[in-house]
């Protein structure tokens, strides 16, 4: 194995979206690792396979440590307040806080609140290039030696998952998919053994403490390497192991804690979870487990209970009489630990914490009962996730929304594990500033101020006091960006405070220590919040440049004078803390880090049609950073594909912000870029940049028009019906104008009216195949991530997009329509978009009176498009082109439907053009109408009058979809018969020819 320059280019690729997506990332040390990348990561290289080896252990190298809060311990102010009757209850609690403090300064006997926090590691950019390399080379060997019960921090391999794929962006696989299987298959294991009316056991535990208490030193055991694992290094692995091995020993020592590894080094996972590697061979092997799941530190085991086990004690005891000693009772613990040990393992302590062991014995319906509980809690729960963004009608209601959010009692947990209810405290939480977050991409800041300002009043009395913060201070980021991209900053200077507030309770009220420090003093209280303070404040800077709108609007200005001009952090000198000192100097931060794609604006969206981001502008382009080099260290696929990309979004040179993007173009997106996407001769470049931005390969299931130009779109096995909703969506006229005028919307309810009509049609039982939109119903921007929450469902979308301004007064008036898509090995969507070729005479008049535009097609047609999505084939036509005969003539026989998004008032005429197109088509036509003109149908060439319309609506005040289904089967059958047969369907009309590829064997 040898070590070259592109490795190193590789690694840092890697490393850079690790870090970006960790929990604390700090985004001007890579910005100035990368401003010098390429003498960087030579400097490094040579060290790498330079004789001397004792440059792992300079602090320069390793980094450094920080602190994080982890938790607030009130157990004994709790159990006095019981004790004692202390029943007051405060509606705010921060008053709550200073109450406890004053009524139990004096009481001697009741020990104050103890405050933990968490060693992280802040290693230097090249310690992290360090880790990531040895994944690349190394890593990946123990990766593949776990089995699949391993469920967390899996290695990203390529689609054969026989290696570690090195172009893909990051080292590890998604975290949701993996955790939601851990969970589900335990639960299903368990609901499928008690209905098959087995006794069983259900076991859950986790290690305490489990990085901070793990030696790496057993990852350098040659028995632990060839005996246990079977792996054999040659000398330059060996070498480059033992350097990153050396080095994470070098980190652990000059860390307070002197052990364990660097919590937050994404390379900790894989030896954490290699660590254990013969617990899960014992329990696989010995006890042969209805289920055993493991992520990371997290057990799930379920076996039968066939011994009649009638406590946890028999439990463990059976299990420890079959683990040869590798699991039992901890020494000196009087029962309360169990002690994982191996030989490998000796200079490492394995405890799971007996608070957080439990044994559950689950038979007959009782049983049944109670995991039928629990999955309908993950259900809620994953309803939550999957719904649409929503925060409540009224701002009164947003702090009773977080309250409850963030209460402690009251939840019901969603798994086995749950000992308290703080994860789904976390989760609540998050759903509901998830919503809050939608909110600011999608919508100008003064659309809905008045929610955004009564959601910070309520963070910063409910969440930003203790003991709360210390539970939620993670999404403390989060709020500081979103209070400063929305130019909040009179909000964000009070959470400044309240922040400084909470800092200083701590000194005075809490005894403060270091979680698995075994010196409880090994630094004094004052140093060790000083240390989070400086940590913090740093963060809040960091996250403040990083969202700062590129140009304040006027108001913004004056909110940024009036509330953070003066402001300074109020921390000592020598803390190195450095606060810019004007909105001009964190504009140029934010500006530096835009274009190393490490800003709260994703870097891609400088390539995108302005419609589709956000309305507050990007930098302008002359301030990119271009990638050059004397020495290539990047793959030569990786930089042809990103030069092709750069070509389409007119860069002449090839950026740093798409060639290392932490956020790169999704595929939706890139379908949008590239003109050429389905034609035969654009698949190649398609192919090449999907490969060097998204690390893998389409393949000839890639959709693209055939010889027949015909769109194929593989998706799945063929279906003989389906379920089409057909929304009743009304687009107000001021709207309409606004697009035209490029002004803002002044339908301010338009954005929660859209976002309740789209969680109807997720939320229905009776699962949606499409759900169609009239035409010019949304703007471009809410279209991918609308249509990425109905893929999750398997939904796919066709609306009309508001227009689309081009050069010299044009305007375009496009269809969308997202594809559901399993042709790359997962599932995915791609988008497809239709411009109207002609506009309507109204249309074009009032174009030109409101603002002198004309209408013309980005892309020109003559007969319209058919596409064959799965084994449904269908067209679309906006409007007025229904009235085009020609058209109509085109598609006959060709389609099984024809979609009509419509923005009509002559709904007369248009009936009798919807009726007549279903008999001399003879197909579905799907019309969807705007909800004020109304007429949205489906209708199909039934025999019997009464069946024509599968369904129609009109009128109403809200907005709403209606749901129908469509017999493909049915209407292929009755075609390909050569005489028609008497039912359901009318005859064919003179001339009806069914193309090939819809031909079916007749009923």
Same mark, same amino acid.
């Given at each position: 194995?040898?070590?070259?320059?592109?490795?190193?280019?590789?690694?840092?690729?890697?490393?850079?979206?690790?870090?970006?997506?960790?929990?604390?990332?700090?985004?001007?040390?890579?910005?100035?690792?990368?401003?010098?990348?390429? /003498?960087? $990561?030579?400097?490094?290289?040579?060290? @790498?396979?330079?004789?001397?080896?004792?440059?792992?252990?300079?602090?320069?190298?390793?980094?450094?440590?920080?602190?994080?809060?982890?938790?607030?311990?009130?157990?004994?102010?709790?159990?006095?307040?019981?004790?004692?009757?202390?029943?007051?209850?405060?509606?705010?609690?921060?008053?709550?806080?200073?109450?406890?403090?004053?009524?139990?300064?004096?009481?001697?006997? %009741?020990?104050?609140?103890?405050?933990?926090?968490?060693?992280?590691?802040?290693?230097?950019?090249?310690?992290?290039?360090?880790?990531?390399?040895?994944?690349?080379?190394?890593?990946?060997?123990?990766?593949?030696?776990?089995?699949?019960?391993?469920?967390?921090?899996?290695?990203?391999?390529?689609?054969?998952?026989?290696?570690?794929?090195?172009?893909?962006?990051?080292?590890?696989?998604?975290?949701?998919?993996?955790?939601?299987?851990?969970?589900?298959?335990?639960?299903?294991?368990?609901?499928?053994?008690?209905?098959?009316?087995?006794?069983?056991?259900?076991?859950?535990?986790?290690?305490?403490?489990?990085?901070?208490?793990?030696?790496?030193?057993?990852?350098?055991?040659?028995?632990?390497?060839?005996?246990?694992?079977?792996?054999?290094?040659?000398?330059?692995?060996?070498?480059?192991?033992?350097?990153?091995?050396?080095?994470?020993?070098?980190?652990?020592?000059?860390?307070?804690?002197?052990?364990?590894?660097?919590?937050?080094?994404?390379?900790?996972?894989?030896?954490?979870?290699?660590?254990?590697?013969?617990?899960?061979?014992?329990?696989?092997?010995?006890?042969?487990?209805?289920?055993?799941?493991?992520?990371?530190?997290?057990?799930?085991?379920?076996?039968?209970?066939?011994?009649?086990?009638?406590?946890?004690?028999?439990?463990?005891?059976?299990?420890?009489?079959?683990?040869?000693?590798?699991?039992?009772?901890?020494?000196?613990?009087?029962?309360?630990?169990?002690?994982?040990?191996?030989?490998?393992?000796?200079?490492? /302590? @394995?405890?799971?914490?007996?608070?957080?062991?439990?044994? &559950?014995?689950?038979?007959?319906?009782?049983?049944?009962?109670?995991?039928?509980?629990?999955?309908?809690?993950?259900?809620?729960?994953?309803?939550?996730?999957?719904?649409?963004?929503?925060?409540?009608?009224?701002?009164?209601?947003?702090?009773?929304?977080?309250?409850?959010?963030?209460?402690?009692?009251?939840?019901?947990?969603?798994?086995?594990?749950?000992?308290?209810?703080?994860?789904?405290?976390?989760?609540?939480?998050?759903?509901?500033?998830?919503?809050?977050?939608?909110?600011?991409?999608?919508?100008?800041?003064?659309?809905?101020?008045?929610?955004?300002?009564? &959601?910070?009043?309520? &963070? @910063?009395?409910?969440?930003?006091?203790?003991?709360?913060?210390?539970?939620?201070?993670?999404?403390?980021?989060?709020?500081?960006?979103?209070?400063?991209?929305?130019?909040?900053?009179?909000?964000?200077?009070?959470?400044?405070?309240?922040?400084?507030?909470?800092?200083?309770?701590?000194?005075?009220?809490?005894?403060?220590?270091?979680?698995?420090?075994?010196?409880?003093?090994?630094?004094?209280?004052?140093?060790?919040?000083?240390?989070?303070?400086?940590?913090?404040?740093?963060?809040?800077?960091?996250?403040?440049?990083?969202?700062?709108?590129?140009?304040?609007?006027?108001?913004?200005?004056?909110?940024?004078?009036?509330?953070?001009?003066?402001?300074?952090?109020?921390?000592?000198?020598?803390?190195?803390?450095?606060?810019?000192?004007?909105? !001009? %100097? &964190?504009?140029?931060?934010?500006?530096?880090?835009?274009?190393?794609?490490?800003?709260?604006?994703?870097?891609?969206?400088?390539?995108?049609?302005?419609?589709?981001?956000?309305?507050?502008?990007?930098?302008?382009?002359?301030?990119?950073?271009?990638?050059?080099?004397?020495?290539?260290?990047?793959?030569?696929?990786? !930089?042809?594909?990103?030069?092709?990309?750069?070509?389409?979004?007119?860069? /002449?040179?090839?950026?740093?912000?798409?060639?290392?993007?932490?956020?790169?173009?999704?595929?939706?997106?890139?379908?949008?870029?590239?003109?050429?996407?389905?034609?035969?001769?654009?698949?190649?470049?398609?192919?090449?940049?999907?490969?060097?931005?998204?690390?893998?390969?389409?393949?000839?299931?890639?959709?693209?028009?055939?010889?027949?130009?015909?769109?194929?779109?593989?998706?799945?096995?063929?279906?003989?019906?389906?379920?089409?909703?057909?929304?009743?969506?009304?687009?107000? @006229?001021?709207?309409?104008?606004?697009?035209?005028?490029?002004?803002?919307?002044?339908?301010?309810?338009?954005?929660?009216?859209?976002?309740?009509?789209?969680?109807?049609?997720?939320?229905?039982?009776?699962?949606?195949?499409?759900?169609?939109?009239?035409?010019?119903?949304?703007?471009?921007?809410?279209?991918?991530?609308?249509?990425?929450? $109905?893929?999750?469902?398997?939904?796919?979308?066709?609306?009309?997009?508001?227009?689309?301004?081009?050069?010299?007064?044009?305007?375009?008036?496009?269809?969308?329509?997202?594809?559901?898509?399993?042709?790359?090995?997962?599932?995915?969507?791609?988008?497809?978009?239709?411009?109207?070729?002609?506009?309507?005479?109204?249309?074009?008049?009032?174009?030109?009176?409101?603002?002198?535009?004309?209408?013309?097609?980005?892309?020109?047609?003559?007969?319209?498009?058919?596409?064959?999505?799965?084994?449904?084939?269908?067209?679309?036509?906006?409007?007025?082109?229904?009235?085009?005969?020609?058209?109509?003539?085109?598609?006959?026989? !060709?389609?099984?439907?024809?979609?009509?998004?419509?923005?009509?008032?002559?709904?007369?005429?248009?009936?009798?053009?919807?009726?007549?197109?279903?008999?001399?088509?003879?197909?579905?036509?799907?019309?969807?109408?705007?909800?004020?003109?109304?007429?949205?149908?489906?209708?199909?060439?039934?025999?019997?009058?009464?069946?024509?319309?599968?369904?129609?609506? !009109?009128?109403?005040?809200?907005?709403?979809?209606?749901?129908?289904?469509?017999?493909?089967?049915?209407?292929?059958?009755?075609?390909?018969?050569?005489?028609?047969?008497?039912?359901?369907?009318?005859?064919?009309?003179?001339?009806?020819?069914?193309?090939?590829?819809? /031909?079916?064997?007749?009923?």
């Amino acid at each position: 194995m040898s070590i070259l320059f592109t490795d190193m280019g590789l690694a840092y690729r890697k490393a850079k979206v690790d870090l970006y997506y960790s929990s604390h990332p700090c985004l001007t040390s890579i910005a100035e690792y990368e401003e010098n990348l390429e /003498k960087n $990561l030579l400097g490094l290289l040579f060290k @790498i396979v330079g004789a001397d080896e004792s440059w792992i252990a300079s602090p320069d190298f390793l980094g450094s440590w920080t602190l994080t809060a982890k938790s607030v311990n009130t157990e004994e102010w709790d159990k006095y307040c019981e004790d004692n009757g202390h029943g007051l209850i405060f509606s705010s609690p921060a008053d709550e806080w200073d109450y406890l403090c004053e009524e139990l300064t004096d009481k001697q006997s %009741v020990k104050p609140p103890i405050a933990q926090f968490r060693v992280m590691a802040a290693c230097s950019l090249d310690f992290h290039v360090l880790s990531t390399l040895w994944l690349l080379k190394i890593g990946h060997l123990f990766d593949a030696k776990l089995t699949k019960c391993a469920y967390g921090n899996r290695l990203r391999r390529t689609q054969d998952g026989k290696s570690i794929n090195p172009l893909s962006l990051g080292s590890f696989t998604p975290y949701l998919k993996p955790f939601r299987d851990w969970r589900d298959n335990g639960i299903k294991a368990m609901h499928t053994a008690l209905t098959e009316h087995k006794k069983i056991v259900a076991l859950t535990a986790d290690v305490s403490s489990f990085y901070h208490e793990l030696n790496p030193n057993f990852m350098l055991n040659s028995d632990f390497l060839e005996r246990v694992l079977n792996i054999y290094l040659d000398a330059d692995q060996q070498k480059l192991h033992r350097l990153f091995i050396n080095a994470l020993k070098a980190w652990a020592q000059k860390s307070p804690l002197n052990k364990g590894l660097p919590v937050g080094l994404p390379a900790s996972a894989v030896i954490a979870n290699v660590a254990l590697i013969e617990l899960d061979r014992f329990v696989e092997q010995q006890v042969m487990p209805l289920y055993y799941g493991r992520y990371v530190d997290d057990i799930l085991l379920v076996m039968q209970n066939g011994a009649g086990f009638r406590s946890s004690a028999e439990v463990w005891e059976w299990l420890f009489s079959r683990a040869f000693g590798k699991i039992a009772w901890a020494d000196n613990t009087e029962k309360k630990e169990i002690a994982f040990s191996t030989d490998y393992l000796r200079d490492s /302590k @394995i405890r799971f914490a007996n608070s957080k062991n439990k044994v &559950f014995l689950l038979t007959g319906e009782p049983g049944k009962a109670l995991v039928e509980a629990i999955k309908h809690q993950i259900y809620a729960r994953a309803s939550e996730w999957r719904a649409m963004p929503r925060i409540p009608l009224s701002a009164e209601y947003v702090g009773t929304d977080l309250l409850a959010a963030t209460q402690s009692d009251g939840e019901a947990a969603d798994n086995l594990r749950k000992a308290d209810s703080l994860t789904m405290r976390r989760a609540g939480f998050a759903i509901k500033l998830r919503d809050f977050e939608a909110y600011e991409r999608d919508l100008p800041p003064a659309a809905w101020q008045d929610h955004r300002k009564a &959601f910070f009043r309520a &963070f @910063i009395d409910h969440v930003l006091v203790l003991p709360t913060f210390f539970d939620l201070s993670v999404y403390l980021p989060r709020v500081i960006k979103l209070a400063t991209a929305c130019e909040d900053f009179g909000a964000l200077r009070r959470i400044l405070d309240a922040v400084t507030a909470v800092c200083i309770q701590l000194n005075r009220s809490c005894s403060i220590n270091i979680k698995a420090s075994e010196d409880e003093k090994s630094l004094p209280d004052a140093e060790i919040v000083k240390i989070w303070r400086v940590q913090l404040f740093k963060s809040i800077c960091e996250n403040i440049a990083a969202s700062i709108p590129p140009r304040l609007s006027k108001l913004g200005k004056q909110s940024w004078q009036s509330n953070m001009s003066n402001y300074r952090p109020s921390l000592d000198e020598e803390t190195g803390l450095s606060w810019p000192t004007s909105e !001009k %100097v &964190f504009q140029q931060l934010q500006a530096r880090l835009f274009f190393f794609d490490l800003a709260h604006m994703p870097f891609r969206f400088v390539g995108l049609p302005k419609e589709m981001i956000s309305q507050r502008g990007i930098p302008a382009r002359k301030g990119v950073i271009n990638y050059s080099t004397t020495h290539e260290f990047l793959p030569e696929n990786i !930089k042809k594909g990103v030069a092709e990309l750069s070509s389409w979004i007119k860069f /002449k040179a090839i950026p740093n912000g798409l060639i290392f993007a932490t956020r790169p173009f999704n595929l939706p997106e890139l379908f949008i870029l590239d003109r050429n996407a389905y034609k035969p001769g654009g698949q190649d470049a398609l192919r090449g940049v999907v490969l060097a931005t998204r690390g893998f390969v389409l393949n000839e299931k890639t959709p693209c028009f055939d010889q027949k130009g015909v769109l194929q779109i593989p998706d799945g096995s063929s279906s003989e019906k389906y379920t089409i909703a057909v929304s009743s969506w009304k687009t107000n @006229i001021p709207s309409w104008t606004a697009a035209v005028m490029r002004n803002s919307d002044p339908d301010e309810m338009r954005y929660a009216r859209l976002n309740r009509l789209l969680d109807t049609v997720i939320g229905e039982p009776k699962q949606s195949s499409y759900l169609i939109l009239p035409e010019l119903s949304l703007p471009a921007h809410w279209f991918i991530r609308i249509a990425r929450k $109905l893929q999750g469902r398997g939904i796919s979308l066709i609306c009309g997009i508001e227009y689309l301004h081009a050069p010299k007064s044009l305007v375009r008036n496009q269809i969308w329509v997202s594809m559901t898509h399993d042709g790359l090995g997962f599932p995915s969507l791609m988008i497809y978009r239709q411009d109207k070729q002609r506009p309507a005479l109204h249309e074009e008049h009032e174009l030109q009176r409101l603002s002198g535009l004309s209408l013309k097609p980005a892309l020109q047609w003559s007969e319209p498009p058919i596409i064959q999505h799965g084994d449904f084939c269908f067209a679309l036509l906006v409007c007025s082109e229904l009235t085009n005969i020609q058209y109509r003539a085109a598609l006959r026989g !060709k389609i099984d439907a024809l979609f009509v998004p419509e923005w009509n008032q002559d709904t007369e005429t248009f009936n009798a053009l919807v009726e007549s197109a279903a008999l001399d088509i003879h197909a579905y036509i799907v019309q969807c109408n705007d909800r004020q003109y109304g007429d949205s149908r489906i209708r199909a060439p039934y025999k019997e009058s009464w069946k024509r319309d599968i369904l129609r609506v !009109k009128g109403g005040i809200t907005d709403y979809c209606v749901i129908g289904e469509i017999d493909v089967k049915a209407i292929r059958q009755f075609q390909s018969c050569h005489r028609s047969p008497s039912d359901p369907f009318k005859p064919v009309p003179d001339g009806f020819e069914i193309s090939h590829n819809r /031909k079916s064997l007749p009923k």
